[in-house]
């Protein structure tokens, strides 16, 4: 889907800059100079995805083809700046989940509670149908994740108690649109009204996934298992939420 459309962007730039060339010709110095050319106009976050869609196929090469070495490997990463991670205070999630259950639309509750408890992406929960539930074990199977990768989801008692609600309704997603079934709901005016109703400000959907890794830091858990969680392929991504964990630690060891 979206994701790979995104790799096709890149990899079609990098087809128009050097794609003329046979591979074993293309050098690290090149490579640095149509990056060097993308960093004058893009984000260094933006560029770095750019470089990482490149060595990909070179280390595709190199394990499929016995192809000598990848040369985007020599050529360091620009710095990224960490991101402000903005995730709810224990008192702001009580409101919230007032506000939710509020809600005209009777499923904001559940797709928030499982936003929170899961640390899925929007995209990943909007596309759940209910054959991706597992009711018996309390796992949701999600199959497209940003990466690509599948990602089985383990489910709150909470969480299925919400989905018992809805299981026997007529359409296949969890989360249809009331317009077209088929499609998921487009819920942006109910979220922002539970947001006003709950006084929460400078807050987006998405900083619910920092969230969820916030509550899993204080409950102690490591950053390996905060990647785990939350799907991430590399530990870069899961590093913003270091010092949630080391807060943790200085508070268990003044204890």
Not at 47 to 76: G, T
Not at 77 to 85: A, D, K, M, N, Q
Not at 125 to 133: H, R
Not at 233 to 249: E, G, P, W
Request: positive net charge; charged residues 25%.
């Amino acid at each position: 889907g979206k994701y790979f459309n995104k790799q096709k962007v890149k990899l079609d730039y990098w087809l128009s800059s050097i794609g003329d060339k046979l591979i074993v010709e293309i050098t690290s110095a090149e490579i640095k100079t149509v990056l060097d050319d993308l960093a004058s106009h893009l984000s260094n976050a933006t560029v770095n995805r750019y470089k990482a869609a490149l060595s990909v196929v070179f280390s595709y090469a190199v394990r499929e083809y016995n192809f000598s070495n990848n040369p985007v490997k020599n050529i360091r990463s620009l710095t990224e700046p960490s991101g402000i991670v903005r995730f709810l205070s224990d008192n702001e999630r009580t409101r919230l989940f007032v506000a939710c259950r509020d809600s005209q639309w009777s499923k904001l509750y559940l797709l928030v509670l499982m936003a929170i408890t899961t640390g899925a992406r929007k995209g990943e929960l909007l596309n759940l149908k209910f054959s991706d539930i597992d009711f018996v074990r309390k796992t949701a199977y999600v199959l497209t994740s940003k990466n690509g990768q599948p990602r089985v989801l383990p489910l709150t008692d909470e969480v299925i108690n919400e989905l018992n609600k809805f299981k026997h309704q007529e359409p296949r997603l969890i989360f249809n649109s009331e317009l077209k079934t088929n499609k998921p709901m487009c819920f942006n005016k109910q979220w922002k009204k539970a947001l006003s109703g709950a006084e929460i400000n400078n807050f987006r959907f998405h900083d619910l996934r920092h969230s969820c890794a916030s509550l899993l830091a204080q409950s102690g858990a490591s950053l390996l298992e905060i990647a785990e969680v939350l799907g991430h392929k590399q530990i870069q991504v899961t590093k913003r939420y270091s010092h949630l964990c080391i807060d943790h630690k200085s508070k268990l060891i003044n204890k």
